[in-house]
């Protein structure tokens, strides 16, 4: 009973509902202009990038149309969600850290953890659903509008758009095609397909032998899902922990950090472990003892999502920890 | 006991703004909370809403420890700031948002307060005048009916009409279960609304007394030219004191000259109302 109440006090589905439903509401003007933004930015870069572009088009010809396009598409996507993801956790305790706003957002009566989980939601799965509606929608429209394929440089014309962008006209004899935005997730297959390389190693025999590895589709997923969080969360970090100025701040801190590691784990590496540098990445690791073909382990994943989760630890202490 | 604050430390990185302070408020009473430009009112008020925490020192609001913000300890505290800030949607539709999280939310009371202050349930908050933003969330945190409410210069933006609509309607909440706390500079807008006066000042609770208690030791009255006074000033009646009330003289309460008293004989004051009410 006692274990019942003082879990309420952590989380009630009622309390958290009724957070939700009173943020989506109060901040329905904000969401609104920042899925027109995502429109709006989506629309342009989809325009900018499309692959039919004349500068595109002279690279490759016949089949590669379809390849070069589908990774088009596959950039832009994960691009701009990264772009979204770095607005919206780092405006995702901006009611926590305004003068005025702070009060209200403080003193609601919702515990910290269930204002942590609401954040937490809105900075990944909202705005990742939000942009995956967004995004096939307006590349399917911009697609299906006025671009065209073409074999040869000679039969199409570019015209320039009232926004500056060069877009390709179709000419007498050129055949229309309308790009497909495909799969964009199937990066993960197509990272894991691409990414076996072989290399000689040294086994415990001393013998030397080539070894091949590859990521499986399994470990590509946990690696795009953590290093997903991990840039939400830094973001959401710098949210609850600047005023203002939030995003840039948090990636020259992070910049900063990044360097002084690198630097230290260069010096440790060369001058404590008196190995080659080679040897002492992390992958290496897994070379040994190995088949001929072996995809590469996962189990150090889930060490690796100890940074991410540390993220959350410190931001919902911050968070409890807030005053005005 | 509402409120409990016990040897409390608090500074702001290098200035010192309570040092060992101790304050008992209890439920039943509407205290006034009076004190200089920077006194620590605001700051008082921020430690008891766990809007800020304390160096040293312990405090106990409803039996809970503020910092910790629980839900069940806020969905017992109303809070209305000096600066307010409401979103941009009906007040009718801010109070549904809000009804769940406190549960003696009464939207009946809140229709009655609203049209008290002449302000509509259905206007954009957005909309609003300051001071009719300022009537809506004191509305609100009434109607929310939470055993604590604190206000912070709540009169500040209010027309005279209003602050008179604003003592009537305090008056009329406060009931045994319930501690309001205001906290003002304008301590004429306190007046026949307050039972109980804290006066900050100097990192230290000056004085924590009932009204009746004051009247009872003091009398504020018109004095003779030569007679002595713990403070006076001159008006167009005359000269205007309080002194002793060594006679059991009948007189009513002006905080103006209670508090400036206070502020310029703060021993004398502390020993005339002995070890029962003041604290340190």
Request: with cysteine; aromatic share 14%; glycine share 6%.
């Amino acid at each position: 009973m006692i274990n019942c109440v003082m879990m309420k006090e952590i989380f009630d589905i009622c309390r958290f509902k009724a957070l939700a439903w009173k943020y989506y509401r109060e901040n329905m003007k904000t969401i609104l202009i920042f899925l027109g933004v995502m429109v709006v930015v989506t629309f342009m870069v989809v325009c900018k990038f499309n692959p039919f572009r004349m500068e595109y088009t002279s690279l490759y010809t016949g089949s590669n149309y379809l390849d070069r396009y589908y990774g088009m598409f596959a950039k832009i996507f994960w691009g701009l969600l990264g772009f979204f993801l770095l607005f919206a956790a780092s405006y995702s305790f901006a009611d926590f850290m305004s003068g005025k706003k702070s009060f209200g957002a403080l003193l609601l009566p919702a515990s910290s953890f269930e204002k942590l989980l609401l954040a937490i939601l809105n900075s990944t799965v909202v705005v990742f659903l939000l942009h995956v509606a967004v995004f096939y929608s307006v590349a399917h429209v911009a697609c299906s509008y006025k671009y065209t394929g073409f074999k040869e440089a000679d039969k199409i014309a570019v015209a320039e758009s009232w926004s500056g962008f060069s877009y390709p006209v179709l000419t007498s004899g050129a055949e229309i095609v309308h790009p497909k935005v495909g799969n964009v997730f199937s990066v993960v297959d197509r990272f894991s397909e691409s990414s076996a390389y072989t290399r000689e190693v040294e086994d415990g025999t001393g013998v030397r032998k080539e070894r091949t590895v590859y990521f499986t589709p399994f470990v590509v997923w946990n690696l795009l899902i953590m290093y997903w969080l991990y840039f939400v969360f830094v973001f959401m970090w710098g949210s609850i922990t600047f005023r203002k100025r939030s995003a840039l701040l948090t990636i020259l801190v992070h910049g900063l950090f990044f360097l002084f590691l690198g630097w230290l784990v260069y010096r440790v590496g060369t001058v404590f472990w008196k190995i080659p540098r080679e040897e002492a990445m992390l992958y290496g690791l897994y070379f040994y003892n190995t088949g001929e073909l072996v995809p590469l382990s996962a189990s150090w994943l889930l060490l690796l999502y100890i940074v991410p989760l540390t993220y959350v630890g410190i931001i919902w202490k911050k968070l409890k920890n807030k005053q005005v | 006991m509402m409120i409990r604050m016990n040897q409390l430390d608090f500074s702001y990185r290098k200035k010192n703004v309570f040092s060992g302070l101790n304050l008992t408020l209890s439920e039943g009473h509407v205290y006034g909370l009076l004190g200089k430009n920077g006194a620590g009112k605001s700051t008082l008020l921020k430690l008891m809403c766990g809007l800020l925490f304390p160096e040293r020192g312990e405090i106990n609001v409803m039996g809970y420890l503020p910092s910790a913000r629980k839900p069940a300890f806020l969905s017992e505290l109303f809070f209305i700031p000096e600066e307010i800030y409401l979103p941009d949607l009906k007040m009718s539709a801010y109070a549904e948002l809000l009804r769940p999280f406190y549960p003696r939310f009464d939207r009946q009371m809140l229709e009655e307060y609203m049209e008290e202050f002449e302000v509509s349930l259905d206007e954009r908050m957005s909309r609003m005048s300051y001071g009719q933003r300022k009537k809506a969330l004191i509305c609100l945190g009434l109607a929310c009916n939470t055993r604590l409410l604190v206000m912070d210069e709540p009169t500040n933006g209010l027309d005279i009409p209003s602050k008179s609509h604003f003592r009537c309607l305090i008056a009329s909440v406060a009931t045994k279960d319930r501690c309001i706390i205001i906290s003002t500079h304008q301590v004429r807008d306190l007046d026949n609304l307050i039972d109980a006066l804290v006066v900050v000042e100097e990192s230290r609770i000056l004085v924590n007394v009932t009204t009746d208690r004051i009247t009872e030791k003091l009398v504020f009255k018109n004095l003779e030219e030569d007679e002595s006074a713990l403070f006076a000033e001159e008006s167009v009646k005359g000269r205007w004191g309080v002194v002793v009330n060594e006679n059991g003289e009948d007189s009513k309460l002006d905080m103006e000259l209670f508090f400036n008293a206070v502020l310029q004989h703060p021993e004398k004051i502390r020993a005339i109302f002995g070890n029962d009410k003041v604290n340190d």
